[in-house]
C-alpha cells in the first residue's frame, strides 16, 4: 500500500509539473550571489510571431500622351539671314506626359530610356530627351482607397524633343521610349 501510494503521488507531482511548465516555454530563476550580482537582474526574453498574408502581387498601369511633337520653324528672316524666335517644339503639356501607376502590395520601381530611330532621314540633329520619373521608387497601393485612381501612388516622367530637323516631316515615327518597371525587394 505504501509503495502505491508513493507512485500515486508521484503520478500527481508529475501531473501537477507538467501543467505549470507547460504554460510557460522557459524559466529563469534569480538567486542573489549565484547570477544575480548588481542590484537589479534582467532578462531578454524573445518575441515571436506567425502571420499568413497571402502573397506579393504586382500589377501596374502605364499610360502615356500622343507623343506627337509639331516643329516650327520660324519665318525667315531675308534680311539677317536666320530663322524668327519662335523656332521650337511644341509642346502642350499631356502628349508629353508617361505616368505609372501602382496596384501592386509591393513597392516597384520605375525608370524610362528613349531610343531614337536610326534610319529617319532629316533627324540627325534632334535628340529625343525623357525626364526621370517624378518618384523613382513607387510605394505600395494602399489597402483602402476612394473609388477610381484617387489614392493609388503614381510617379510621372515627361518626352521633349530638341534640336532642329533637316527636313519637312508629317507625322514620322523618330524614337521610342522604353518604360521599364521592376519590383522592389
Do not use: C
Not at 539677317?80 to 509642346?91: A, L
Not at 502590395?105 to 520619373?133: L, M
Amino acid at each position: 500500500m505504501k509503495l502505491r501510494k508513493a507512485i500515486v503521488a508521484m503520478a500527481v507531482t508529475g501531473a501537477l509539473s507538467l501543467s505549470v511548465s507547460s504554460s510557460f516555454a522557459a524559466t529563469m530563476t534569480y538567486k542573489e550571489g549565484e547570477n544575480w550580482d548588481q542590484d537589479t537582474a534582467e532578462q531578454t526574453i524573445p518575441v515571436y510571431a506567425t502571420s499568413t498574408l497571402g502573397s506579393d502581387k504586382y500589377a501596374a498601369d502605364i499610360e502615356w500622351g500622343t507623343m506627337e511633337f509639331v516643329y516650327s520653324g520660324g519665318d525667315w528672316d531675308v534680311d539677317n539671314h536666320e530663322y524668327g524666335t519662335s523656332v521650337n517644339w511644341t509642346i502642350d503639356g499631356t502628349n508629353n506626359q508617361i505616368l505609372v501607376r501602382n496596384h501592386s502590395n509591393k513597392p516597384i520601381s520605375v525608370a524610362a530610356v528613349a531610343t531614337k530611330e536610326s534610319d529617319v532621314d532629316g533627324i540627325d540633329d534632334v535628340t529625343i530627351n525623357v525626364t526621370p520619373f517624378s518618384s523613382p521608387t513607387i510605394e505600395a497601393s494602399p489597402v483602402t482607397h476612394t473609388p477610381g485612381n484617387d489614392g493609388i501612388p503614381t510617379s510621372t516622367a515627361t518626352v521633349s524633343l530638341t534640336g532642329q530637323p533637316s527636313k519637312t516631316m508629317n507625322k514620322v515615327q523618330v524614337g521610342s521610349i522604353t518604360v521599364t518597371v521592376t519590383k522592389v525587394k
